[in-house]
T-cell receptor, first 114, second 112 residues
Framework: AQSVTQLGSHVSVSEGALVLLRCNYSSSVPPYLFWYVQYPNQGLQLLLK??????LVKGINGFEAEFKKSETSFHLTKPSAHMSDAAEYFC????????????FGKGTKLTVNP | DAGVIQSPRHEVTEMGQEVTLRCKPI?????LFWYRQTMMRGLELLIYFNNNVPIDDSGMPEDRFSAKMPNASFSTLKIQPSEPRDSAVYFC??????????FGQGTRLTVV
């Protein structure tokens, strides 16, 4: 069965600083990995995904994430935070060809300070 | 495509009443998921369907909850009778195979 752990329920950064949101997963089969963003009172929107191939994936709004199988991690980064990045971020895992469940982490709320 | 459409967006009901939440997935998608989001428990998967067939309902909290998918373009989540602890935002999402899921805007349910 798959599971996701997001380290840090709240992360605060200054505008222009590096954003690093951590995600570790557990999966018995090769995973598909996703990062979603949720703005207040809205649904979840896909930021980026890893399926196969290149382990460094780029998403919208300048975010990227790197799949590291040896560390079972899929951390989300952005070189320079913008005020508009303030939101809640969710990491999710889905098994390739196995259980079709899409399992989410608890989420990390990002605050960007001026 | 208009995306995943959920209705209503907001629902306020009295304890003991029946509540029905509706979802129209994206055309062509073969998976449909129902999630519940609360501050305390985060985003919980309640049930999911593949080709209109329920695959895993282990996340459904109690027998008061039921979900159906009579055809590829419509699904319902019903709570009968509703209780205050059911207050949450309920999301429907759909996907094609193991690709990313697309979420609706959610239904905010308040049971008083």
């Amino acid at each position: 069965a798959q599971s996701v752990t997001q380290l840090g329920s709240h992360v605060s950064v200054s505008e222009g600083a590096l954003v690093l949101l951590r995600c570790n997963y557990s999966s018995s089969v090769p995973p598909y990995l996703f990062w979603y963003v949720q703005y207040p009172n809205q649904g979840l929107q896909l930021l980026l995904k890893y399926t196969t191939g290149a382990t460094l994936v780029k998403g919208i709004n300048g975010f990227e994430a790197e799949f590291k199988k040896s560390e079972t991690s899929f951390h989300l980064t952005k070189p320079s935070a913008h005020m508009s990045d303030a939101a809640e971020y969710f990491c999710a895992v889905r098994a390739q060809g196995g259980s079709e469940k899409l399992v989410f982490g608890k989420g990390t709320k990002l605050t960007v300070n001026p | 495509d208009a995306g995943v459409i959920q209705s209503p967006r907001h629902e306020v009901t009295e304890m003991g009443q029946e509540v029905t939440l509706r979802c129209k997935p994206i055309s062509g998608h073969d998976y449909l998921f129902w999630y519940r989001q609360t501050m305390m428990r985060g985003l919980e998967l309640l049930i999911y369907f593949n080709n209109n067939v329920p695959i895993d309902d282990s996340g459904m909290p109690e027998d008061r909850f039921s979900a159906k998918m009579p055809n590829a373009s419509f699904s319902t989540l019903k709570i009968q009778p509703s209780e205050p602890r059911d207050s949450a935002v309920y999301f429907c999402a759909s996907s094609f195979r193991w690709a990313e899921a697309f979420f609706g805007q959610g239904t905010r349910l308040t049971v008083v």
